[in-house]
């Protein structure tokens, strides 16, 4: 399985790693991804979302809610 977001798609970044001489080699860095419950086109799935994606849907929620109570 690979490690993207389902929701925006971010994928793993590469780059070099630095020691204190200066010397690169590569690296990866992975995207923090989360498995999250969630329904989708009415049923309910296991999906795996970056957290910065997961949080930003949490907030989005909430405010949904408050407009709706008041």
């Known amino acids: 399985m690979s490690r ?4 925006s798609g971010k994928k793993a970044m ?6 204190h001489s200066l ?3 590569r690296r990866k860095w992975n995207v923090n ?8 086109d009415g049923k309910p799935q296991t999906v795996k979302i970056s957290a910065r ?3 930003t849907l949490k907030g989005k929620a ?3 809610a408050k407009v709706q109570e008041g």
């Not at 993207?4 to 929701?7: E, I, K, L, N, Y």
């Not at 590469?14 to 020691?19: A, L």
């Not at 991804?33 to 989708?40: D, E, F, R, S």
């Open 23 to 25: 010397r690169a080699t």
């Open 53 to 55: 994606a997961l949080k």
């Open 62 to 64: 909430a405010k949904a």
């Open 4 to 7: 993207v977001c389902a929701v």
């Open 33 to 40: 991804l989360q498995k999250v419950h969630m329904i989708v």
């Open 14 to 19: 590469s780059g070099n790693k630095r020691s």
